[in-house]
Structure formats: C-alpha cells, structure tokens
C-alpha cells in the first residue's frame, strides 16, 4: 500500500547511544517532515525537508540530526540518546502544492532511553 | 507562533450519544485538518478544511476560517471512534508548509 514507512517501530536505548530512526514514502512528495509526540503535548516539528538535499529545523531540533539524501527517504538521529529523548516519533510527507493537500503519517516509532 | 487550543480536553460518550469538538486558533491559516490517533497510535486524517462543512458518514466539520474555529461532529459514537482526535492548523511559509497541532480530544465511547 501507497504511504509512509517508519522502521523501526519500537526501540529501547541507553543514555548516550546513538540511532536512526528512517521513514520512507512512496508518493513522490517533496516535503517531509518529523514530530515527536508526548503526552498531553500535542504532536511538535523536529525538522523537515522542502526537497532531496534540502533540511531545516522545527520547533524542537536540540539533539536531533537529520539528512535527505533521496527524495523517498528521510533519516532522523540522535547522536548522544537521552532520557528526555523518550517518545512517539512520527514521520510524515506532503506534496509540495501547499494548502490543499493535507499530510500524511507513518506509523510512529516508539523510542525508550533509560 | 500560532496557538490551536481544543476542547474538551476529555471526554466520555455512551455508544449511541452524539459529541461537538471544538478547535480555536490564533491566527489566519491557509488550512486545517482534523486526525484521529486510535489506540494503537495511528494518526488518520479524517478532513481538510479551511472552511465550510464537510460530511463523511457519521462525521462532519465545520470551519469558520473569519472566526478562527473550527468544529468536528460525531453522530452515533461507537466504540471504534475512541481515541484521541487531533486539530491541526497548516501555514503556508517560503520554506516550507509548518502544520501545527492542538493537545487534541481524548474521546472514550463505552457501551
């Protein structure tokens, strides 16, 4: 099925480990996007990406690294994991057309640090 | 930035009830849309809607984009509609479309 993929899908680390969480999609979409949710928070942009080789920062991008190597992936690391780091990780794209095309979501990663 | 407040934060429906959710945002938006996470964490999306009323089954919205709001009916709640539903307010930039999200609804339909 047509959409966005995220592997994987849980995932238990420990303090100052590293990880790449990667999302890919098929829908030939220029624009991706990563969130974090936590509870009671809502979903918040980490960083995106308007095209291949393109990045910029969300709201919330201390501590996160991320690359757009090809259109169809996009990769998001923590280099050094911290507890705070501990939440539900949601890759998403959108097609570049803007306001009347929505978004669409993977399935979410679920990350735990200790 | 742009604030999206939602209301109620919770709430709990018998199977059957009817239901309004409220979504108020701060500011002129190029888009809005509502999602349903389920309990597995799923995010659906559910309308796009910068204004007017759309339909879909059981479910409608309705923007009023001059009044910064917006409003999600559900009509006949069953218990797969439980979860968390989510307004979101989409702002066309020069690098990017930022979507921007409430602290949603958590809906819980018993029998």
């Known amino acids: 099925n047509a959409g966005v993929t995220q592997t994987p899908k849980f995932r238990v680390l420990k303090t100052g480990q590293s990880m790449t969480l990667l999302c890919a999609q098929d829908?030939?979409?220029?624009?991706m996007y990563w969130y974090r949710q936590d509870p009671g928070m809502g979903l918040r942009l980490i960083h995106y990406?308007?095209?291949?080789?393109?990045?910029a920062k969300g709201e919330v991008p201390d501590g996160y690294n991320v690359s757009r190597l090809k259109k169809q992936n996009f990769l998001l690391g923590l280099e050094s994991a911290a507890p705070s780091q501990t939440s539900v990780y949601f890759c998403?794209?959108?097609?570049?057309?803007?306001?009347?095309?929505?978004?669409?979501f993977g399935s979410g990663t679920r990350l735990t640090v200790v | 930035g742009i604030q999206v407040e939602q209301s109620p934060p919770d709430l709990i429906l018998q199977e059957g009830a009817n239901s309004t959710l409220r979504c108020n945002f701060s500011?002129?938006?190029?888009?809005l849309q509502w999602f349903h996470q389920n309990p597995w964490g799923q995010l659906i999306n559910l309308f796009y809607?910068?204004?007017g009323t759309k339909q879909n089954g059981r479910l409608s919205a309705t923007t009023v984009a001059t009044e910064r709001y917006s409003l999600l009916y559900i009509s006949s709640s069953q218990t797969t509609d439980s979860g968390v539903y989510f307004c979101?307010?989409?702002?066309?930039?020069?690098?990017?479309?930022?979507?921007?999200f409430g602290t949603g609804t958590q809906l819980k339909v018993e029998l």
């Open positions: 998403a794209s959108s097609p570049r057309q803007g306001a009347g095309y929505g978004y669409t």
């Open positions: 829908m030939n979409h220029e624009y």
């Open positions: 990406s308007v095209g291949e080789g393109t990045t």
């Open positions: 500011d002129s938006v190029n888009n």
């Open positions: 809607i910068p204004s």
């Open positions: 979101a307010v989409l702002i066309l930039t020069g690098g990017g479309n930022k979507l921007t």
